[in-house]
C-alpha cells in the first residue's frame, strides 16, 4: 500500500447547509482508496475515510472516522505521523494497547 502525505480541508459547514463556516488545510497521511491518518492534538490520532475526491479530499462534517486513538494514550506521544503509517498491523496494535501504568 502506497503511502503520501497530502493536503485535506478541515471542513466544518453552517447549521443551514448554505456553505462552510469554517476551512483550515490539514495534512494527512493518504493511505488510498480515500483512506487517510491524521493527528491533531486534542483529538489524537484517527484513521478517516474522507469525503470528496482527489485533490479535494475532506475532513470535518463529511468524513468517517473509522478508528480513533485519543491522545492520552502516552504511546502515540513523539511518533510522527510517517513513523505510525509505516508500522506493520501487529506493530501498530501493540502500540496503540500500550498504557502508563501509574502507582
Known amino acids: 500500500m502506497k503511502k503520501e502525505s497530502i493536503k485535506a480541508e478541515l471542513v466544518f459547514y453552517d447549521f443551514y447547509?448554505?456553505?462552510?463556516?469554517f476551512r483550515k488545510e490539514k495534512e494527512l497521511i493518504h493511505l488510498g482508496d480515500g483512506f487517510a491518518i491524521g493527528y491533531e492534538e486534542g483529538n489524537g490520532l484517527a484513521l478517516y475515510k474522507m469525503a470528496g475526491s482527489p485533490d479535494a479530499w475532506e475532513i470535518g462534517d463529511?468524513?468517517?472516522?473509522?478508528?480513533?486513538?485519543?491522545?492520552?494514550?502516552?504511546?502515540?506521544?513523539?511518533?510522527?505521523?510517517?513513523?505510525?503509517?509505516?508500522?506493520?498491523?501487529?506493530?501498530?496494535?501493540?502500540?496503540?494497547?500500550?498504557?502508563t501504568v501509574s502507582h
Not at 17 to 21: E, M, T
Not at 64 to 78: P, T, Y
Open 17 to 21: 447547509g448554505k456553505g462552510a463556516h
Open 62 to 99: 463529511l468524513d468517517e472516522v473509522l478508528f480513533r486513538i485519543d491522545d492520552e494514550n502516552e504511546a502515540i506521544a513523539g511518533r510522527s505521523i510517517e513513523e505510525i503509517a509505516q508500522m506493520s498491523v501487529v506493530d501498530f496494535m501493540v502500540m496503540a494497547a500500550r498504557r
